[in-house]
């Protein structure tokens, strides 16, 4: 069973790559899930949130998105448990798993689909543990 109350945010300027992605959260029990079109708009978001977002799914081909600025990121931002990257490569981050208080970063090759979304969840959802 899904916890509902899980916050997901995606990053995404490709409005139906974002939708599709959102659906398949949705499809899985997911329901506080939330897109944004920029790098900038989701470095604003992560900077001044209140709640931490639980997953940060994020297309690493998204303009600004940088190796430095995931870096920072990660560094620097509490409010973030987990980012899964897709749809580039982004040298230097780090490989599943959390460093301290950093965030697990898991990256996938392509666009994610319902089973990397379910093997994803297992690690972020506490009730699928």
């Given at each position: 069973?899904?916890?509902?109350?899980?916050?997901?945010?995606i990053?995404?300027?490709?409005?139906l790559?974002?939708?599709?992605?959102?659906?398949?959260?949705?499809?899985?029990?997911?329901?506080?899930?939330?897109?944004?079109?920029?790098?900038?708009?989701?470095?604003?978001?992560?900077s001044?949130?209140?709640?931490?977002?639980?997953?940060?799914?994020?297309?690493?081909?998204?303009?600004?998105?940088?190796?430095?600025?995931?870096?920072?990121?990660?560094?620097?931002?509490?409010?973030?448990?987990?980012?899964?990257?897709?749809?580039?490569?982004?040298?230097?981050?780090?490989?599943?798993?959390?460093?301290?208080?950093?965030?697990?970063?898991?990256?996938?090759?392509?666009?994610?689909?319902?089973?990397?979304?379910?093997?994803?969840?297992?690690?972020?959802?506490?009730?699928?543990?």
């Amino acid at each position: 069973m899904a916890t509902p109350y899980l916050r997901i945010l995606i990053v995404d300027d490709q409005l139906l790559q974002s939708v599709y992605i959102e659906k398949l959260f949705n499809s899985n029990g997911y329901y506080r899930v939330a897109p944004v079109a920029s790098f900038n708009e989701f470095l604003l978001l992560a900077s001044q949130a209140i709640d931490k977002f639980d997953l940060v799914v994020l297309n690493g081909a998204i303009k600004g998105c940088t190796p430095a600025r995931l870096e920072e990121v990660q560094q620097n931002c509490s409010s973030i448990g987990y980012i899964l990257i897709y749809g580039a490569r982004i040298a230097g981050t780090a490989n599943s798993g959390t460093v301290g208080e950093r965030q697990a970063v898991i990256e996938l090759s392509g666009v994610p689909g319902i089973e990397s979304i379910k093997t994803v969840m297992q690690s972020v959802d506490p009730r699928k543990n």
